[in-house]
């Protein structure tokens, strides 16, 4: 008889819900997809009772449920944390404690109520297990990584206690071997200039990065706020520890992530207001807090190479999502292999948690996949029929044409994409994690000069100078990229090719910020970065036919085997999930035409949709 395991991620940011059986992930999904709030913390209803579905059980057919982490455990660190800075932080404590005596300090009877909603009864002898924040982590990157053997670092804000760890990996194993404790956080100390620079926290780390290659690497600014982050900020040990001065940071026991005042004082500069002109001090502070993260986070490689001795190093945790600091990792050689979980941040715990219960609690062996590895390609969450596409069709009274030949549509789509065009692009199964890999992604072409500029303000909705990312053939990448591996899940940052660069012009740094945008850095401009690095998906023909066979249709008419992928959302919005998501999202868009399966939407053959709310009321700004 088959055994199975129900992971469960809730109550921070981006709950997901994970299904392990007999050792294999069967299934995962974030809850925001399903519920369309972007980072939803709610109990993951939808996606535990989709995960349940996709693997034929119900919930008496399990054999436990994992929670991601310990909240009684990380109810002791708030209350010591208040304790220990007392008599500061009294407003923080009276808003947060009632929270966790009322709720969180009696989750397991929150996890019992919510469970009977999946199908537990009274009856129920499925046992409910609790690893640790940083033990989910370590599981999820080690787990289904394709190494025998690997040095584990996870990094994130924090868990209970911890806020990094690093561990070995072996077998069916797991060792902890160090731990960087709370208040003291890479991962805070990250988002604590995310808030100074005016994005929100727990979703704007990503705006950071990659605001940071806007700021000046040769400025006697960018140096000087380096010196201050080190000199007053954070001390940053050999070993990678680090020791924070709790002075200047609020988020230990205030209601913000800084103590505003002194970093005005310190940094010469106020906090940035959301939405405001993003200045070139924010650009030279994003820049400088970038700088020192990746050394911290080389440091701690460097001390999980001597602790563990391993070539492989596996990394999780919402640091790990820092793909500029993971192509530096790369590049500095310290370890030959790099793994790093796709979906490093909570929501990697359902499955983290998952396969803790199997390996560790069941003490199941562990026998590595390599083609592809145990993430299958992250394509982990629901797909939908053709029922499901021409319901969604009748809803909106949209119009549409099919394809009985997807080779004859690939070509077609490959067509409008070289002349110009922008796709929303709708197939198989959802991905797991924040990237989109192709199954939910917005196309165009990176030979377009036009394009970064058209897709960031007609159809996302967001910043100019957010970069976009390309999909690559994988036996394309050398053509393109200086990387001499395959790059899956879109989490390494790497250089183009010194071949398809164009220079930089003279006094280029101080220039504005649109004049430095729109400079043509190569002959793919819509993906190359002001730094001239780009953030890569590879597509493997085996994992992802019918992406893989567009983007070759696309090289057979103009020679690259690169396109731009975006995920398909507004900003604001999570990926979309269902058919009625993707027409609706196509339809406030500027999108050209919607390729659902193999039916084919034509932006100008479609009716207004009636009543359609603003999407920017809907949905949150991140």
Sequence with gaps: MSESILGISAYYHDS?????????????AHEERFTRKKHDPAFPLNAARYVLKEAGLDYKDLTAVVFYDKPFIKFERLLETYHAFAPVGLNSFKSAIPVWI???????????????????NGESKIPVLFPEHHLSHAASAFYPSPYQEAAILTLDGVGEWATAIIAHGTGKNIKILRELRFPHSIGLLYSAFTYYCGFKVNSGEYKLMGLAPYGNPDSEQTKYFKQLILEKLVDVREDGSILQNMEYFDYATGLTMTNNNKWKELFGIPPRPEESLVTQPYMNMALAI?????EVMIK????????????????????ALNSVANGKLLASKLFDNIWVQPASGDAGGAVGAALAGWHIWLEKDRVPKTDPDAMKGAYLGPEFSCIDIERAARRFNARFSYHDDFNELSKKVAAMIADGKVIGWFQGRMEYGPRALGNRSILGDARNPDMQKKMNLKIKFREGFRPFAPTVLEEDIAEYFELDRP????????PVVGKRRIPLPEGYHNGNLSERLYFLRSDVPAITHVDYSARLQSVNKKTNPLYWQLINDFKSLTGYGIIVNTSFNVRGEPIVCTPEDAYRCFMRTEIDYLVMGNYLFDKTEQQLLKADSNWKEEFRLD
Excluded: C, H
């Design 16 to 28: 997901a819900a994970a299904i392990i059986v007999d050792g294999e992930i069967m299934a995962a």
């Design 102 to 120: 009322k709720e969180k300090l009696f989750m397991k009877n929150m996890l019992g109520t919510e469970l009977e909603r999946l199908g537990k």
């Design 290 to 294: 970038q700088q020192v993260t990746e």
């Design 300 to 319: 701690m490689a460097e001390t999980a190479r001597k602790l563990t001795g391993s070539k492989n190093l596996v990394m999780a945790g919402g640091v």
């Design 487 to 494: 790059s899956p899940y879109m989490l390494l940052v790497v």
